[in-house]
């Protein structure tokens, strides 16, 4: 059989035999088509058929429908569109030598093979339309066929296509090339027809079971973007019901569960978004399963599918692709963006990374061995362990990242445009081999260990390599987070991907952003890690000089990065907030330090100011800022004199505490009760100190939750200590047991406003300055916040508002006790060489050096605040 597309040879002569009034205007444009000798007008044109028989001879049809057309079909002659007759014009091409009736060339050489259709009189239309459009039709797949158009999501030729990476497309795609079949420009391949693929989740109804309330509300979301429906689980019309395996262990026996309904982990959801197409729920299966029925379903059908040997073949094949199972460590979290800035090297506030269990079991092996290893080895095989670590991050990134997502051979191909794979990971390759053999060389030196080896002239070698590798990267890191962002948002595939890689091992739960700052943070970590090396060097070592030289070469080269990327604008944010503290430590402003979060809090424990006072906590990269915040009693607009008098405009917040990020020992998330509400902690010990110390806030806003702040918090935590789990971190706790309570701070937002109706009572226009003095006493005087404590001299007369220290912090007389359940630290093992886990509720400590007492339990401490009269306004403006 000849093809549809095919044309006759330039030398043949045509004829064209016009039928019906609607194609006669064709007679001028039908002229032009080289090898037409004669042209015909006709209502019917089967006065014409016989003479098909004898010569070559054309049928032009306005309409592929009805009686006439059924006719002239039905006589087996030529029958073409008008269409044709406009493109051969156009192209100056022949008319075709066509078999079946051709209206226009939109499917030309395209391969159709259907699946899931039942109803016939449908499927046959569908399949003559696309012989009219110049495709063809296959029963069963083959490697020939160009597209599949489906109607279900699963079955073997389904299965095939997706395999193979053939589209497959809707019965709507035909219906709209033949709704278009007068354009001669429409084609089936045209981006537009990409709307018309078939949807992964059609006549599907998902149910989720185990996710977080607004992951599932995201997961609902894209389930309706991408043509399928959700329910609750046990839904009579749920057809897979998605399961968190990292929450979920088994399914619940009150939901019902059916023969028909696939149980799938979470991962079977975002592969089937990242490709666009539904994936085989027998690789996601959710293998712990509470009704015995299913497993014997689930079995049938792996022994129908290993019979499949060839499907299984190309799915073993597809390395890396959504269909290979992956063994989730733990659940996938939503971490948001990393805003880490690189735009200067040389303040090294970063902790180096070190493998801290590594380390462990070095001391521990040195101490068997009776100190075999000097200090100078066991800082020589931190760093061999840190690169081989680093190096091992970046193969992530370029293997379990880059090298997926371009990949061609996957269905709807590769998940990024080549120009977006290029901005995120172009620059990764030379670094990546700089420390390739950076860590070879080190290996070598460790294998063949002697004091006199020479690791700084190892570093000399790699010098130039990495002076060249750095800065392309470090120059473009904005772009690139700009550009992972943007295509995240924009693309559903690629944020499928990113969703699904949080849950591979070897990306440790860290996104792509997180995982991109290694090569920011990794030349300081170097450099601290000589500058160590070099205290442990003796004098007479010949290594010393060349450490010496190591060093001076790698601050050179971030030297030579920073004098490349610095930008001003980028430490704004960070000279606004040191504008807006009063007392604030000038060590806060480091350019390799960059702002992550603003959380308002009402302190719990009194040990930084009094217990309900309104605090500010500025969550940097490697430490937090503590900040009194000053609130507004009356605003600017108000008459008072006391208001309007004031000189000096004072600054929104007042220094409490700068606290490092190394100092944090362990964040508290304390459970929500009645009595105890948006609360968490932290525990704090740095080295000056002794013994731990708890800070506990609750939340006083409303546009970030407590769940934000604590991961927030967290990730900076492993970012600074190189540890790959941020929940090693965090600990669930009673606030009962710490004496940790939100119960009486509702008080003060009645003692607030009754503050304001007095402060506006006594607020007069021109009123003497001894009268705003005495006014100013009173009002100090009659404020419920004051405390009684406070509020008489030692002759137990009331003092005046002018006369209190607005700056003086009241005595802390609550009770302590001891934190060391709560915290990593333990006997002989610090808390960076502590087992990497997930969170887990602690237990009440056992040992409590001072029980609460009854007095302080019921204590209410509520803020302290006063009007301001003029002798104070140098001081401050509001506590």
């Known amino acids: 059989m000849a093809d549809s597309g095919s044309t006759r040879q330039d030398d043949v002569t045509m004829k064209i035999v016009l039928v019906g009034e609607d194609t006669h205007n064709l007679e001028d444009v039908a002229r032009k088509i080289k090898g037409v000798s004669e042209i015909y007008k006709s209502e019917t044109g089967l006065e014409f058929v016989k003479d098909a028989c004898e010569c070559e001879l054309s049928f032009v049809l306005g309409n592929f429908e009805g009686e006439l057309f059924t006719k002239l079909h039905r006589a087996q002659v030529r029958i073409i569109g008008p269409p044709i007759i406009h493109r051969c014009v156009r192209d100056s091409l022949p008319l075709p030598l066509n078999v079946r009736p051709l209206f226009t060339w939109s499917m030309q050489d395209l391969v159709v093979c259907f699946t899931g259709f039942k ?16 495709g063809s039709v296959r029963k069963d797949e083959s490697i020939k066929i160009t597209h599949m158009v489906a109607n279900i999501t699963h079955g073997r030729k389904y299965r095939y296509a997706v395999n193979m990476g053939k589209p497959i497309m809707s019965e709507d795609w035909i219906n709209r090339l033949w709704s278009d079949r007068i354009d001669i420009d429409s084609t089936a391949d045209h981006p537009k027809m990409i709307a018309y693929r078939m949807k992964p989740f059609y006549e599907c109804c998902l149910s989720f079971l185990g996710f ?26 749920t057809t897979h019901l998605v399961i968190d395996d990292q929450n979920i262990k088994e399914v619940p026996q009150d939901i019902t569960v059916t023969a028909k309904v696939f149980l799938v982990r979470g991962e079977w959801f975002w592969g089937c978004i990242q490709m666009a197409a539904c994936a085989d729920e027998q690789i996601y299966t959710f293998e712990k399963m509470s009704t015995p029925a299913r497993y014997q379903r689930n079995n049938n059908a792996m022994a129908k599918n290993r019979k499949r040997k060839r499907l299984q073949e190309l ?14 460590r733990s659940s996938s979290t939503d971490i948001s963006a990393t805003s880490m800035s690189p735009d200067s090297f040389l303040d090294l506030t970063y902790t180096p990374d070190k493998s801290d ?30 690169e081989q670590n680093y190096v091992g991050i970046l193969q992530t990134i370029l293997n379990t ?51 006199n080896n020479s690791i700084g002239d190892c570093l000399l070698k790699r010098a130039d390599e990495l002076m060249k590798a750095y800065p392309p990267f470090v120059n473009f890191f904005e772009n690139t987070k700009e550009t992972i962002q943007k295509c995240d948002h924009s693309n559903p595939r690629f944020h499928a991907f990113l969703k699904l890689c949080l849950s591979k091992p070897e990306c440790g739960r860290q ?35 060349k450490l010496e030289q190591a060093i001076e070469k790698v601050k050179n080269i971030m030297t030579h990065i920073n004098e490349d990327k610095r930008k001003t604008e980028s430490q704004v944010v960070m000279f606004d907030i040191v504008n807006d503290i009063d007392n604030c430590p000038a060590t806060l402003l480091s350019a390799n330090r960059h702002f992550v979060m603003k959380v308002d809090v009402m302190e719990l424990s009194g040990n930084l100011s009094s217990r309900g006072d309104p605090l500010t906590l500025f969550v940097f990269s490697d430490n937090v800022e503590i900040c009194k915040r000053r609130m507004k009693i009356l605003g600017s607009t108000s008459r008072s004199p006391a208001i309007q008098n004031h000189k000096t405009p004072q600054k929104a917040y007042k220094h409490l505490e700068m606290i490092s990020m190394t100092s944090i020992k362990r964040v508290l998330d304390v459970d929500e009760t009645e009595d105890c509400r948006l609360a968490f902690g932290l525990i704090c010990k740095d080295s000056a100190q002794t013994k731990e110390k708890l800070y506990s806030f609750t939340l006083a806003m409303d546009d970030i939750s407590k769940n934000e702040v604590l991961t927030c918090i967290c990730k900076n935590l492993a970012i600074v200590l190189c540890r790959p789990d941020i929940e090693t971190f965090l ?20 003692a ?90 602690l237990s009440k400590p056992s040992h409590i050096f001072v029980t609460p007492s009854k007095s302080a339990a019921k204590a209410v401490k509520t803020p302290k605040w006063a009007t301001i009269g003029p002798s104070s306004a140098s001081k401050t403006k509001y506590l």
């Open 511 to 545: 996104s792509l952003q997180e995982l991109l700052i290694r090569p920011v943070q990794r030349l300081p970590s170097i450099v601290l890690l000589l500058q160590d090396l070099l205290k442990r060097t003796d004098a007479s070592n010949p290594d010393k000089v």
């Open 119 to 134: 109803n016939k009189a449908k499927l046959i239309w569908l399949v003559d339309h696309v012989h009219y459009m110049g």
């Open 357 to 386: 269990t590594l380390l462990a079991e070095l001391k521990l092996e040195n101490k068997e061995d009776g100190g075999k290893y000097s200090k100078r080895r066991m800082v020589v095989m931190e760093l061999l362990q840190t």
């Open 752 to 841: 607030l406003k009754f503050s304001r109706r007095v402060s506006r009572a006594f607020s007069f226009n021109k009123t003497p300055s001894k009268l705003k003095r005495a006014v100013s006493g009173m009002v100090h005087g009659l404020s419920p916040f004051v405390r009684d404590s406070k509020q008489f001299n030692g002759t137990g007369v009331r003092k005046l508002a002018s006369t209190f220290d607005l700056t003086e912090r009241l005595d802390d007389d609550s009770d302590t006790m001891s934190l060391g359940a709560y915290s990593l630290q333990e006997e002989g093992i610090s808390p960076s060489t502590s087992i990497i886990g997930s969170p887990q509720r």
């Open 731 to 750: 600990a669930k706790v009673n606030g009962e047991e710490l004496n940790i309570n939100t119960k009486d701070l509702h008080k003060g937002n009645k």
């Open 401 to 451: 990242f880059k090298a997926q997502i371009e990949k061609p051979d996957q269905y709807n191909g590769p998940i990024l445009a080549q120009q977006d794979t290029k901005i995120i990971f172009g620059n990764i390759p030379p670094i990546y081999e700089a420390h390739c053999k950076l860590r070879d060389s080190l290996l070598y030196l460790v294998e063949h260990w002697s004091e």
């Open 315 to 328: 799915v073993a094949e597809t390395e890396g692709s959504p269909f290979m199972a992956y063994k989730r």
């Open 212 to 237: 977080s309330a607004e992951e599932q509300r995201h997961m609902e979301e894209l389930t309706i973007e991408n043509g399928g429906t959700f329910a609750e689980p046990g839904n009579e019309d």
